[in-house]
């Protein structure tokens, strides 16, 4: 069974950074796309950046240049640096991972595991 578990949400001021990190365990097979996730209250979940098995990224074009996702398969960790954080990334964030071919890699249909999830808070 894989799990994933998120880590390094926190509350920060406008501006300010965050890194996540997601520790997944269990895999029995090649895993082919890992992401990140947000939802804000009254939203629906939403693709933030995707990472492949050759580290191929795709980024939500409202985080470029602000997220970077990365991979550690040594650790099995899945990473999200978040900088210049503004208030409309205030979401709880979740780890997902795929465990077939993806598509469309900020769907959320196309990710099998997820995470409990991790709160960020960007107040002004």
């Known amino acids: 069974q894989v799990q994933l578990v998120e880590s390094g949400g926190n509350s920060v001021q406008s501006g300010g950074s965050l890194r996540l990190s997601c520790a997944a365990s269990?895999?029995?097979?090649?895993?082919?796309?890992m992401g990140w996730f947000r939802q804000a209250p009254g939203k629906e979940r939403e693709g933030v950046a995707a990472?492949?098995?050759?580290?191929?990224?795709t980024y939500a074009d409202s985080v470029k240049g602000r997220f970077t996702i990365s991979q550690d398969n040594d650790k099995n960790t899945l990473y999200l640096e978040m900088n210049s954080l503004k208030p409309e990334d205030t979401a709880m964030y979740y780890c997902a991972a795929a465990g077939g071919l993806v598509t469309v890699p900020l769907l959320t249909d196309e990710y099998n595991y997820w995470g409990q999830g991790t709160q960020v808070t960007v107040s002004q």
């Open positions: 269990g895999y029995t097979s090649r895993r082919h796309y």
């Open positions: 990472i492949d098995i050759h580290d191929g990224t």
